[in-house]
């Protein structure tokens, strides 16, 4: 067929729309492959759950610095993306902008709390300091929340979801923690409470006056060292038939480390190791131990030339476990590491009829138990005696009629302290994620459990036996080799067949 002038430039008119028809798709209808372990470049569900319900529209104002190193420039790319996605899912509720802060931009920022951070690079052999911003604002309508360092696509996901969704949410569910038995107030828990109110209003509350607890969906008691009254394990066992919800940490015994040799660490006798007992579960008043534990520093008097001194040793500690036994459920998904303190075997007896119960966290398999009361110094050898026991269960979950038809939910954990402030070194990050994920299961709102265990926290290596790690050693080193010689090897044997071939020509 011969083309003519007409017949060319209808084909280009064509392969134009075609263009323009396949980018607009593309807009709409897009997609990511993403290979990466915790799915980081993927939105949520979540998250498009909250953005689907978003009822005000939602400014996104990015701040980044220009000539920013690679690495980091590949960082406001991802962030982009991420809010062209968010953009996108919102049907055009969430609108965002770029923009390079001039000088007077840098003012209003640092009035704003948005500090500029302070950036390591290496140029031509020579390091570089600069300082930039990596910053962003999100409004919805007079509220503004800020995400002041954005220098990793990690969790930057959770961080923009969950400012979007405190910001968007007007009438919160209250959650209501106990107090007046012993336990920690809101001001030891700061980092909880931050994180809890991105979706409730936190407050404290007494179990005198049905009133003031009968409001709230959830009621959380921690770490409780004074007897409860009778009278307020009946309220709550009237929450519970109310269709109302009750986390419980409960510490059965009591460690202290400032004691160590001089008294008992014992049990601690609140009444609420009976209430629960009527509700089948049984929390031992023992000392777990396991093998799978942080160290301590612990100080030895040490005969030296010079005389006697207190030396700084670090030993093992199996009455602080590192959990890692997850059981598959919505408050224990994508955790990866909790470290517990003084925690206690719990056994599931018989729940009342019509309310079921499972198990949420285990010990490891090398786990043992010490009556109280009991006796402890650093000088203590452990064996494999001490770790005989097998798993053990430490938080378990109820849920179903608890008297009146109405259904209750329940978590219980054998430590009450672990969502509490540990001072500087702040609290574990999956302990938090666990405290707040049951909180949102207990509330029956689970919008960013899914998001607040996104994104590796922790990737321990796996014990290898001495044999194995010889092998994949030895193989490491020798397998390229190998490769290289097989390589060889068919490389020799056709070129020596071509050769032959070529000799078995007559070119005569």
Known sequence: MKLTKATVSTRILLYVGIFIVLNLLAYQLFFRLDFTADQRYTLSQSTKDILKDLAQPVTVVAYFSDDLPPQLDEVKTGFQDMLSEYETYSDGRVVYEFITPDEEEKVRLQQSGIPQIQI?????????????????????????????????????????????????????????????????????MTQARQLLSIQYQVDTVKLDDPAAWGQYKTLAMLAPSQPIAPQHLASLDAFLKGGGSLFVGLNAVNGDLQAQGFQPWDKVNTGLESWLMEKGIVVEQSFLVDAQSIQITTQRQQQTPFGVMTVQQPIAFPFFPIVTGFEAHPISEGLEQMILMFASPILIAEPDSGVEAGVLLKSSPQSGKLPAPT??????????????????????????????????????????????????????????????????????????????????????????????????????????????????????????????????????
């Open 120 to 188: 390591q690079s290496r140029e031509a052999d020579k390091a570089n300091v600069q300082l930039s911003y990596m910053a962003a604002e999100i409004k919805v309508g007079t509220g503004q929340e800020i995400l002041p360092r954005i220098t990793s696509q990690q969790g930057l996901e959770y961080g923009l979801s969950t400012s979007i969704k405190k910001l968007a949410t007007t009438n919160k569910a209250r959650i209501g923690l106990i107090v007046g038995h012993g336990e920690p107030g809101l001001a030891q």
């Open 375 to 508: 006796f402890f110094t650093g000088e203590r050898e452990w064996t494999q005696q001490d770790f005989a026991s097998g798993e053990q269960n430490l938080a378990v979950w109820l849920k179903g009629d608890f008297g009146n038809g109405n259904e209750g939910r329940m978590v219980v954990v054998s430590d009450g302290d672990f969502p509490v402030d540990q001072g500087q070194q702040g609290t574990l990050p999956d302990n938090l994620n666990f405290f707040v994920n049951a909180i949102d299961w207990l509330t029956d709102d689970t919008g960013l459990i899914e998001l607040r265990t996104k994104g590796v926290t922790a990737r321990p290596i796996g014990e290898v036996e001495d044999g194995t790690r010889n092998f994949l050693k030895g193989l490491n080193m020798l397998l390229p080799l190998l490769i290289v010689i097989i390589y060889g090897f068919i490389r020799f044997q056709r070129r020596k067949v071509q050769r032959l071939k070529w000799e078995a020509q007559d070119y005569s």
